[in-house]
């Protein structure tokens, strides 16, 4: 089973360590297309940062991400497992996974990003600003500048198992899966049920969303969950107590769509 995150917004930051080796990566199809992205990143935000600050969508109190930017090269790099933070991480609790699911989870999870393209949690990387949806001034919109170099590493990466697909949309821009990855790939959209006036609505909740892609994954790593295909996805879903509403599609080289029903928010 592999499956695709997004990454988040904020990183931690300090803690000490080599600085990135960029060679030593995960994906090594991916190595050119991550140095010139890397460079020019660099080069942007040492030059000019308040132009920086625009092409990165930073306010003025994050002014401090263009300074962290340029000096990506020499900064201390981390595991990403530790780097990236936030809602989906917070309820995923790599540290928290005992050996065996955190074995499981350095070969499974693939976290997709602006800058590298995408990492393997173990991979080395410093803490930087820079998500999919930036269009640099030389390479142009990232999400459609990874399409071609992921379009020749990731279907090599996926392998022959499951694909489970939690990323944003953003993230998502960066590969789609076709022919027959597609087929064993599944996507997962959380929604929020709730009785108004004897009616059931349902929403999509972004935060919460979050929480539950993290929960629902660190509960297939800790049970040992191997599902094959997305049906048997579903059924592993289900015994682990989710609610999930899925249907076959229609053409057999297309994605299923899972929904993960909830009815509390937490």
Same mark, same amino acid.
């Given at each position: ?39 020019? =990143?660099?080069? !942007?935000? &040492?030059?000019?940062?308040?132009? *920086?600050?625009?092409? /990165?969508?930073?306010?003025? %109190? +994050?002014? @401090? ?28 609790? =790599?540290?928290? !996974?005992? &050996?065996?699911?955190?074995?499981? *989870?350095?070969?499974? /999870?693939?976290?997709?990003? %602006? +800058?590298? @393209? ?39 990466? *996926?392998?022959?198992? /499951? ?47 979050? *929480? ?55």
């Amino acid at each position: 089973m592999l499956v695709l995150l997004p990454p988040s917004e904020g990183k931690a930051t300090g803690g000490s360590g080599a600085p990135l080796k960029a060679a030593e990566l995960s994906l090594p199809g991916l190595a050119a297309a991550r140095a010139a992205v890397l460079e020019e =990143l660099v080069e !942007l935000c &040492a030059a000019d940062e308040d132009k *920086a600050r625009e092409v /990165l969508g930073l306010s003025e %109190g +994050l002014r @401090g991400e263009v300074a962290k930017n340029a000096g990506l090269r020499g900064a201390v790099a981390r595991p990403a497992g530790e780097i990236y933070t936030g809602v989906l991480y917070d309820a995923l609790g =790599l540290a928290g !996974l005992d &050996a065996d699911a955190r074995a499981r *989870a350095d070969r499974s /999870l693939l976290v997709f990003s %602006g +800058l590298w @393209g995408a990492v393997r949690i173990t991979d080395r990387i410093p803490s930087y600003r820079c998500s999919m949806g930036v269009k640099l001034p030389g390479l142009g919109a990232l999400g459609a500048y990874w399409r071609t170099p992921m379009a020749e590493v990731m279907p090599q990466a *996926a392998g022959d198992g /499951l694909v489970l697909d939690l990323r944003s949309s953003a993230y998502a821009a960066a590969w789609k899966p076709k022919g027959e990855v597609a087929g064993r790939t599944a996507t997962v959209r959380v929604l929020h049920a709730q009785v108004v006036d004897g009616v059931e609505k349902r929403s999509v909740v972004s935060h919460f969303n979050k *929480a539950t892609k993290g929960r629902l994954v660190r509960d297939l790593l800790t049970e040992g969950a191997a599902p094959a295909t997305p049906a048997e996805l579903v059924t592993a879903l289900r015994d682990l107590g989710y609610v999930v509403e899925a249907e076959p599609p229609a053409k057999p080289a297309k994605a299923w769509s899972l929904d993960v029903v909830v009815t509390r928010i937490h």
